[in-house]
């Protein structure tokens, strides 16, 4: 998520000065997503470049300075809300290339490397869940403000991403006590990027030897 | 630290003999103190069940010892076996297992009473903890009335009626939707903060997250654990709950 349309959803609200949407952001998201005060001021310059936000005329009683919506911004907001997230691009998760690495890496205990993880995850997600029960009785105790219930669901949302992530693991585990139950074969892939390799080469020398100008055979 | 409730030392169970033998268990042991919910998760047949059976005195082990609060249970004849099971060991399976013709009261009080605790007696001590579960309105409702969250809190109710201390739950969120189900996971991780030691059988990683520490059993051997017991507690009291 950009920090970009978070202040602008805030700023919706009504006008604010840095620091003020730095911790509206995290109470609203319970911490989860700490940003810093220098980031908020950076993109509160990048959004009064683009239009979308603008100082007030006057500063507060403290000399703070207030931003507020544009039109502009304003029409940024109400799209965001309207548009769904964009899920196309694949996130880098290093702990899916770290298992894509070691099932590929000679040497590699990946059943280790598996069990190390889901341990870990196991435990992260014990924790989130007293953290939910904390939420929740804080949700009911309440006189029903939202930052509660907006803190619960990020909480939530924290658990089943942990417990997808325990599943994929069992799942993994699964695959590879079925990988390793089936007969042996060369890796393939190894074998194609060294016979891509070898190719190149031959090319490039031969490049080399005619007087051609072209540096880039390589696709 | 105090006593383990459970302790379970270096548990093999066997089925079979010779080359067609089964090891359902291979030296397992594991410790769960008052005031613990320990989960077991692990494939099919990895022995979660047969670890549970051990623990409440449903199976013997072939090797190793189980104590229940310092007692052997190996070492138990059938009558006083019957007699740990009414009076100190309480099971919740997935199905809640109530007895139809039964009231909620008196499918919690029935094992009290087959122990030779008169009717009142055992009918007070079901209200007391009907009532620390949530559910005293239902004292006089017959299982076909009630819900299955319901159903599964008076199931622990029975678990946990009297002295008992250590309950011993094989999915009980199993048949339940995900919101009753986590009631039901709270209830018995509240009475686990109140004192009792709870074994909870689980596939699910989400419901595993409720207990203390998580052990894993492949081919009957616990291949990790989530931490000790002494690691749990800190963490409890670092969560400040």
Same mark, same amino acid.
């Given at each position: 998520m950009s920090v970009k349309l978070g202040l602008l959803a805030l700023l919706a609200e009504q006008s604010m000065y840095g620091a003020q949407l730095r911790s509206e952001f995290e109470a609203r998201t319970g911490g989860t997503w700490p940003l810093n005060v220098g980031q908020v001021y950076t993109t509160l310059a990048r959004l009064e470049r683009d239009g979308m936000v603008a100082q007030d005329a006057q500063a507060d009683e403290e000399g703070r300075i207030l931003y507020h919506l544009t039109p502009l911004g304003l029409e940024e907001v109400t799209t965001w809300w309207r548009t769904p997230v964009d899920r196309d691009e694949t996130p880098r998760d290093e702990l899916v290339i770290k298992l894509a690495l070691a099932v590929t890496t000679p040497g590699v205990d990946v059943p280790a490397v598996v069990q190390t993880q889901r341990t870990a995850t196991l435990r992260h997600l014990r924790d989130l869940t007293r953290l939910k029960v904390q939420a929740s009785d804080q949700q009911a105790s309440s006189d029903g403000t939202s930052n509660d219930l907006a803190w619960l669901l990020v909480v939530e949302n924290l658990i089943f991403a942990a417990e997808s992530e325990v599943r994929w693991l069992d799942h993994v585990e699964a695959r590879l006590a079925t990988e390793a139950a089936r007969p042996k074969r060369a890796v393939a892939s190894t074998d194609a990027a060294a016979a891509e390799d070898a190719e190149y080469r031959t090319a490039a020398a031969r490049s080399a030897n005619t007087t051609t100008t072209s540096q880039g055979a390589r696709k | 630290m105090t006593a383990p409730i459970l302790h379970i030392v270096d548990v093999t169970r066997t089925h079979g003999e010779g080359e067609t033998a089964v090891h359902a268990l291979r030296g397992v042991s594991l410790d769960v103190f008052p005031g613990e919910l320990v989960a077991v998760m692990g494939p099919s047949g990895s022995g979660k069940s047969t670890l549970l059976n051990l623990a409440g005195g449903l199976d013997k082990a072939t090797s190793g010892q189980v104590l229940i609060e310092g007692d052997e249970v190996g070492a138990l004849g059938a009558n006083q076996?019957?007699?740990?099971?009414?009076?100190?060991?309480?099971?919740?399976?997935?199905?809640?297992?109530?007895?139809?013709?039964?009231?909620?009261?008196?499918?919690?009080?029935?094992? $009290? &009473?087959?122990? =030779?605790?008169?009717?009142?007696?055992?009918?007070?001590?079901?209200?007391?903890? $009907? &009532?620390?579960? =949530?559910?005293?309105?239902?004292?006089d409702r017959y299982p076909d009335k009630m819900s299955g969250g319901q159903q599964q809190r008076v199931a622990i109710a029975r678990a946990l009626v009297g002295d008992r201390r250590l309950v011993l739950a094989d999915e009980p969120t199993g048949a339940l939707d995900s919101t009753t189900g986590e009631g039901v996971l709270r209830v018995l991780r509240d009475r686990c903060n109140a004192g009792a030691a709870g074994l909870l059988v689980t596939h699910e990683a989400r419901h595993a997250a409720w207990a203390d520490r998580v052990v894993f059993l492949r081919d009957g051997v616990v291949v990790d654990t989530t931490g000790s017991p002494e690691e749990a507690e800190t963490l409890l009291v670092g969560s400040g709950s």
């Amino acid at each position: 998520m950009s920090v970009k349309l978070g202040l602008l959803a805030l700023l919706a609200e009504q006008s604010m000065y840095g620091a003020q949407l730095r911790s509206e952001f995290e109470a609203r998201t319970g911490g989860t997503w700490p940003l810093n005060v220098g980031q908020v001021y950076t993109t509160l310059a990048r959004l009064e470049r683009d239009g979308m936000v603008a100082q007030d005329a006057q500063a507060d009683e403290e000399g703070r300075i207030l931003y507020h919506l544009t039109p502009l911004g304003l029409e940024e907001v109400t799209t965001w809300w309207r548009t769904p997230v964009d899920r196309d691009e694949t996130p880098r998760d290093e702990l899916v290339i770290k298992l894509a690495l070691a099932v590929t890496t000679p040497g590699v205990d990946v059943p280790a490397v598996v069990q190390t993880q889901r341990t870990a995850t196991l435990r992260h997600l014990r924790d989130l869940t007293r953290l939910k029960v904390q939420a929740s009785d804080q949700q009911a105790s309440s006189d029903g403000t939202s930052n509660d219930l907006a803190w619960l669901l990020v909480v939530e949302n924290l658990i089943f991403a942990a417990e997808s992530e325990v599943r994929w693991l069992d799942h993994v585990e699964a695959r590879l006590a079925t990988e390793a139950a089936r007969p042996k074969r060369a890796v393939a892939s190894t074998d194609a990027a060294a016979a891509e390799d070898a190719e190149y080469r031959t090319a490039a020398a031969r490049s080399a030897n005619t007087t051609t100008t072209s540096q880039g055979a390589r696709k | 630290m105090t006593a383990p409730i459970l302790h379970i030392v270096d548990v093999t169970r066997t089925h079979g003999e010779g080359e067609t033998a089964v090891h359902a268990l291979r030296g397992v042991s594991l410790d769960v103190f008052p005031g613990e919910l320990v989960a077991v998760m692990g494939p099919s047949g990895s022995g979660k069940s047969t670890l549970l059976n051990l623990a409440g005195g449903l199976d013997k082990a072939t090797s190793g010892q189980v104590l229940i609060e310092g007692d052997e249970v190996g070492a138990l004849g059938a009558n006083q076996l019957a007699s740990l099971r009414r009076r100190r060991v309480g099971f919740v399976f997935q199905d809640f297992n109530l007895i139809p013709s039964l009231t909620a009261a008196e499918n919690v009080s029935l094992p $009290l &009473e087959l122990d =030779g605790m008169s009717v009142k007696e055992g009918r007070r001590a079901a209200h007391e903890i $009907l &009532e620390i579960v =949530g559910v005293a309105e239902l004292a006089d409702r017959y299982p076909d009335k009630m819900s299955g969250g319901q159903q599964q809190r008076v199931a622990i109710a029975r678990a946990l009626v009297g002295d008992r201390r250590l309950v011993l739950a094989d999915e009980p969120t199993g048949a339940l939707d995900s919101t009753t189900g986590e009631g039901v996971l709270r209830v018995l991780r509240d009475r686990c903060n109140a004192g009792a030691a709870g074994l909870l059988v689980t596939h699910e990683a989400r419901h595993a997250a409720w207990a203390d520490r998580v052990v894993f059993l492949r081919d009957g051997v616990v291949v990790d654990t989530t931490g000790s017991p002494e690691e749990a507690e800190t963490l409890l009291v670092g969560s400040g709950s």
